[in-house]
């Protein structure tokens, strides 16, 4: 029988294979007490166990830097430095000490006490850093106790798709793409270590899935779908056609992906419509280049704060803005400015408890309240406008105040680089992202004070529907065509529009070719996506008439359900495109 998961995508594409259930997780420890004469004894083995473990993180850390690259290789840096903590050592030795308990007994009961203190939080960031104790303690404990490597992935068959209750950044760096195809997990977030590694391995992963672990069977047939957050157990003859018709469709794409992107993307009534690229990394500026990227529309800053025990340095940021700017000398590069909080905290941050925190403490508001954090990247971001079309964009933001605040401290921080004789572009612009239903009610004042608006429909549709994107069991609610998104949509273009300032779009709305074709009809020719889906919309674009989707969002603005409106659209884009393709998690962008 068919069974049907929805979580989280984590990392782009399709897999299909064989079931591999990942047996990884906490050994058992005996209870082991010693005599006082073998404290020291016990004590020398938990430090050479230390020893090990960050030998081969250092190891590890170096032969990531050589596959991934320098970005990637720093994942690796929370955990060495948690071998040296004081909490963990000290800790420990007391345990060893005063209780008189063995080695790995001591080091357990410690690292449960550290876990404990910090599941109080439910901070996605914070379970991320808990992934990582987890594997950190692992390691160790196989180590103390004797036991083989649970690293070592050496007999796993080719062609599986891994199901575990979570991974590990350094149980990503022995996987083999050529043997491993997917992966699916109970719990993680997209912003965890071993995501982001999976990503920059390019493979499809899957996370949140709640039961997968107890629901999957050693051996079963399953397509994994990165994209969408679905993974098929045992699926039918007409699932696997589905899937494989759209993985033959990327393949073509990517076999062609020169040929895609020197394409000129015009309607076929010659609307031109700018596609740029969503990045979370500098390294894949690359990459979206190649699949047809003429700018960036989002390049996500929190790389460069996650898992760090302090905040990142001026030069190190110029660097990396930099890097962005020169590889799109003739386009675009918006920055978004730190979007901390929510579920993305650095250790560095005192994190307040706070029971919503995605309506907390976060964004501009945590960047306006850390002044040092905050002008250090303005200054940053300051220096790599003298080496292109940089852009700065405020995440979050809800009223002008916001806005007004950062102009001043650019302001100062302006004088300061002019009197230190440092290079900038006098020019910039600055802009914001509209994510709240206060941004687009209020947008024709944000208007007065920005040089752009980007719609980030992602928060956009979750505050506007009150609806948790991140909740699998309320997916069917989060749906980015009810009427009242759309409507705002429209309201957010039209006042861009009689400001005279470009409006764009960089949530996932745009990298879906029915919400493209809805963004179109709207008069928003602007879009920003993560670049593996850059070809398929440039495609649809090629196939589409503008006039056609003008003509659908009017009929669509007059819907008064999210099943009409999405019915609007359907009639509006006819045979152009396969919808069926792509409708994914959003249960309505083909109507049944």
């Given at each position: 029988?068919?069974?049907?998961?929805?979580?989280?995508?984590?990392?782009?594409?399709?897999?299909?294979?064989?079931?591999?259930?990942l047996?990884?997780?906490?050994?058992?420890?005996?209870?082991?007490?010693?005599?006082?004469?073998?404290?020291?004894?016990?004590?020398e083995?938990?430090?050479a166990?230390?020893?090990?473990?960050?030998?081969?993180?250092?190891?590890?850390?170096?032969?990531?830097?050589?596959?991934?690259?320098?970005?990637?290789?720093?994942?690796f840096?929370?955990?060495?430095?948690?071998?040296?903590?004081?909490?963990?050592?000290?800790g420990?030795?007391?345990?060893i000490?005063?209780?008189?308990?063995?080695?790995?007994?001591?080091?357990?009961?410690?690292?449960?006490?550290?876990?404990?203190?910090?599941?109080?939080?439910?901070?996605?960031m914070?379970?991320?850093?808990?992934?990582?104790?987890?594997?950190?303690?692992?390691?160790?404990?196989?180590?103390?106790?004797?036991h083989?490597d649970?690293?070592?992935?050496?007999?796993?068959?080719?062609?599986?798709?891994?199901?575990?209750?979570?991974?590990?950044?350094?149980?990503?760096?022995?996987?083999?793409?050529?043997?491993?195809?997917?992966?699916?997990?109970?719990?993680?977030?997209r912003?965890?270590?071993w995501?982001?590694?999976a990503?920059?391995?390019?493979?499809?992963?899957?996370?949140g899935?709640?039961?997968?672990?107890s629901?999957?069977?050693?051996?079963?047939?399953?397509?994994?779908?990165g994209?969408?957050g679905?993974?098929?157990l045992?699926?039918?003859?007409?699932?696997?056609?589905?899937?494989?018709?759209?993985?033959?469709?990327?393949?073509?794409?990517?076999?062609?992906?020169?040929?895609?992107?020197?394409?000129?993307?015009?309607?076929?009534?010659?609307?031109?419509?700018?596609?740029?690229?969503?990045?979370d990394?500098?390294?894949?500026?690359?990459?979206?280049?190649r699949?047809?990227a003429?700018?960036?529309?989002l390049?996500?800053?929190?790389?460069?704060?996650?898992?760090?025990?302090?905040?990142?340095?001026?030069?190190?940021?110029?660097?990396?803005?930099?890097?962005?700017?020169?590889?799109?000398?003739?386009?675009?590069?918006?920055v978004?400015?730190?979007?901390?909080?929510?579920?993305?905290?650095?250790?560095?941050?005192?994190?307040?408890?706070?029971?919503?925190?995605?309506?907390?403490?976060?964004?501009?508001?945590?960047?306006?309240?850390?002044?040092?954090?905050?002008?250090?990247?303005?200054?940053a971001?300051?220096?790599?406008?003298?080496?292109?079309?940089?852009?700065?964009?405020?995440?979050?933001?809800?009223?002008?105040?916001?806005?007004?605040?950062?102009?001043?401290?650019?302001?100062?921080?302006?004088?300061?680089?002019?009197?230190?004789?440092?290079?900038?572009?006098?020019?910039?612009?600055?802009g914001?992202?509209?994510?709240?239903?206060a941004?687009?009610?209020?947008?024709?004042?944000?208007?007065?004070y920005?040089?752009?608006?980007?719609?980030?429909?992602?928060?956009?549709?979750q505050?506007?529907?009150?609806?948790d994107?991140?909740?699998?069991?309320?997916?069917k609610?989060?749906?980015?065509?009810?009427?009242?998104?759309?409507?705002?949509?429209?309201?957010?273009?039209?006042?861009?529009?009689?400001?005279?300032?470009?409006?764009?779009?960089?949530g996932?709305?745009?990298?879906?070719?029915?919400?493209?074709?809805?963004?179109f009809?709207?008069?928003?020719?602007?879009l920003s996506?993560?670049?593996?889906?850059?070809?398929?919309?440039?495609?649809?674009?090629?196939d589409?008439?503008?006039?056609?989707a003008?003509?659908?969002?009017?009929?669509?603005?007059?819907?008064?359900?999210?099943?009409?409106?999405?019915?609007?659209l359907?009639e509006?884009?006819?045979?152009?495109?396969?919808?069926?393709?792509?409708?994914?998690?959003?249960?309505?962008?083909?109507?049944?």
């Amino acid at each position: 029988m068919t069974v049907v998961l929805d979580g989280s995508p984590a990392a782009e594409g399709i897999a299909a294979g064989k079931i591999f259930r990942l047996q990884w997780g906490m050994p058992i420890v005996p209870h082991v007490t010693i005599a006082e004469s073998q404290v020291e004894a016990e004590v020398e083995r938990f430090h050479a166990a230390r020893s090990w473990a960050k030998a081969r993180l250092l190891e590890l850390k170096r032969s990531t830097e050589v596959r991934l690259g320098a970005v990637e290789a720093r994942i690796f840096e929370p955990q060495i430095l948690m071998l040296d903590d004081i909490e963990v050592v000290d800790g420990t030795l007391r345990y060893i000490g005063e209780n008189r308990l063995s080695a790995e007994r001591a080091f357990e009961w410690r690292m449960l006490e550290l876990q404990a203190l910090w599941s109080r939080t439910s901070h996605p960031m914070v379970l991320d850093r808990l992934n990582d104790l987890q594997d950190l303690v692992v390691r160790v404990l196989h180590r103390l106790l004797g036991h083989h490597d649970p690293t070592d992935l050496a007999t796993l068959e080719e062609g599986v798709i891994i199901v575990a209750p979570d991974m590990t950044p350094s149980l990503m760096m022995h996987l083999d793409p050529r043997t491993v195809l997917g992966i699916a997990t109970d719990h993680g977030t997209r912003t965890a270590h071993w995501a982001i590694l999976a990503r920059s391995l390019e493979l499809p992963a899957v996370v949140g899935l709640g039961d997968v672990t107890s629901r999957a069977k050693e051996g079963q047939e399953a397509i994994l779908d990165g994209r969408i957050g679905r993974i098929v157990l045992d699926p039918s003859p007409e699932e696997r056609e589905s899937f494989s018709s759209r993985q033959r469709r990327i393949d073509l794409w990517e076999e062609d992906i020169a040929h895609i992107a020197a394409l000129e993307s015009v309607t076929a009534d010659g609307q031109y419509v700018e596609l740029r690229a969503n990045l979370d990394l500098p390294e894949e500026a690359e990459e979206a280049q190649r699949h047809g990227a003429v700018g960036v529309g989002l390049f996500r800053t929190e790389f460069l704060v996650v898992g760090r025990n302090t905040m990142p340095g001026e030069e190190e940021q110029y660097q990396a803005y930099r890097s962005v700017a020169e590889a799109f000398p003739s386009g675009a590069v918006f920055v978004r400015t730190f979007d901390l909080g929510g579920d993305k905290f650095p250790m560095f941050l005192h994190m307040p408890k706070e029971e919503n925190p995605f309506l907390g403490w976060r964004a501009i508001r945590v960047c306006l309240d850390q002044p040092d954090l905050f002008r250090t990247q303005l200054r940053a971001l300051l220096r790599a406008t003298a080496h292109g079309d940089m852009r700065l964009m405020l995440p979050l933001v809800n009223d002008v105040d916001e806005v007004r605040r950062v102009r001043a401290l650019l302001g100062e921080e302006c004088e300061r680089l002019s009197e230190q004789g440092i290079p900038f572009n006098p020019g910039y612009k600055l802009g914001v992202m509209i994510e709240t239903p206060a941004a687009a009610l209020d947008a024709a004042e944000l208007a007065r004070y920005c040089d752009f608006f980007s719609i980030g429909t992602n928060d956009l549709i979750q505050y506007t529907l009150a609806v948790d994107r991140t909740n699998t069991r309320l997916s069917k609610l989060y749906n980015p065509f009810h009427p009242a998104v759309v409507r705002q949509i429209h309201q957010v273009a039209r006042v861009g529009r009689a400001a005279g300032i470009e409006v764009s779009v960089c949530g996932e709305m745009a990298s879906h070719p029915l919400g493209a074709f809805l963004l179109f009809g709207l008069d928003i020719t602007v879009l920003s996506m993560g670049w593996p889906s850059l070809p398929e919309i440039k495609k649809m674009v090629r196939d589409i008439r503008i006039e056609d989707a003008r003509r659908a969002a009017r009929k669509a603005l007059a819907a008064d359900t999210s099943r009409d409106v999405t019915a609007r659209l359907m009639e509006g884009i006819g045979s152009s495109v396969d919808m069926k393709a792509f409708s994914g998690r959003w249960s309505l962008s083909v109507p049944q």
